[in-house]
């Protein structure tokens, strides 16, 4: 499992022209950092500096919408009572089961209408209106915390927006953790998104950039790409590194332990 991304690495210190050649070798006959160099270049003028500027832009933005927007959500589904609960729950169970590509060309239709394609607004905007699976993550781990914490705050005069900003949102942080991760994740890894909706080479995201060293009908570039693709590496896994707890946390749990 781990040896196709130990031979990515390693083939970044490869001669461009030599990483095929050698394929069966994990190390090079000569280091160089040349790869690293021309791969942060980019192409036509464009840094790979803009394109992590990009990419950021869109997952973090992205990340605070989703995780926020489905936290909303999930307390209204755990805590409060309301018409039709049952099949709003269902529609969104629904949706969260539906594959992006059924919705693909509905929404380009919507969003080109409304004059959002060539921006990042197709891509960040929905996320503001609540994930199924995020939703569903805290909506177990709300479902854990005892009612009678709710009523101790309202007896102290907490508003229901006292409640969630105050007793919910402080005891449901391993599940929030997890969400970002994944949210994160999920949008730094997105391509096909830019592809739908980007045609602006300043606007791409690390994940579309890298194809654009891929040119089958003059070349590929494979040691930029791998050495670019490498460096895409590092902000999930720091994310991983610092947040395993939470995340482990996150997923094997579904409320507070007492």
């Known amino acids: 499992m781990v040896y196709p991304l130990v031979w990515m690495i390693m083939s970044t210190f490869k ?14 006959d000569t280091f160089t950092l040349e790869n690293y160099k021309t791969g942060w270049q980019g192409f036509a003028g464009y840094g790979f500096g803009i394109f992590f500027k990009n990419s950021f832009i ?7 919408g989703a995780v926020f927007s489905s936290a909303v959500v999930a307390f209204g589904f755990a805590r409060c009572n309301f018409k039709l609960k049952g099949f709003w729950f269902a ?8 594959p992006f590509q059924m919705i693909m060309i509905p929404q380009y239709i919507m969003f080109n209408k409304m004059g959002w394609v060539g921006s990042y607004l197709p ?11 995020f939703i569903f993550l805290d ?6 915390i005892p009612r009678d914490l709710d009523e101790a705050a309202r007896m102290d005069g907490c508003s229901i927006y006292g409640i969630f900003a105050r007793i919910i949102l402080p005891l449901v942080k391993p599940a929030l953790v997890t969400s970002a991760i994944f949210s994160f994740m999920w949008r730094w890894d997105d391509f096909l998104s830019p592809l739908i909706y980007l045609n602006d080479p300043m606007k791409y995201p690390v994940s579309y950039a890298l194809k ?3 040119d089958p009908t003059v070349g590929s570039d494979w040691g930029a790409m791998f050495a ?31």
């Open 123 to 133: 891509i960040i905007v929905p996320q503001f209106f609540g994930q199924g699976f």
């Open 212 to 214: 654009m060293f891929s």
């Open 58 to 64: 869109i997952a973090g933005i992205s990340t605070i």
């Open 91 to 98: 529609c969104m169970l629904v949706a969260m089961m539906l």
């Open 15 to 28: 001669e461009s022209g030599e990483i095929f050649k050698t394929a069966a070798r994990l190390i090079p």
């Open 139 to 144: 909506i177990q781990f709300m479902k854990g």
């Open 228 to 258: 670019m693709a490498t460096l895409s590496l590092i902000p999930i896994f720091l994310i991983f590194v610092t947040m395993q707890k939470y995340l482990v946390e996150g997923i094997a749990s579904t409320g507070i332990k007492g």
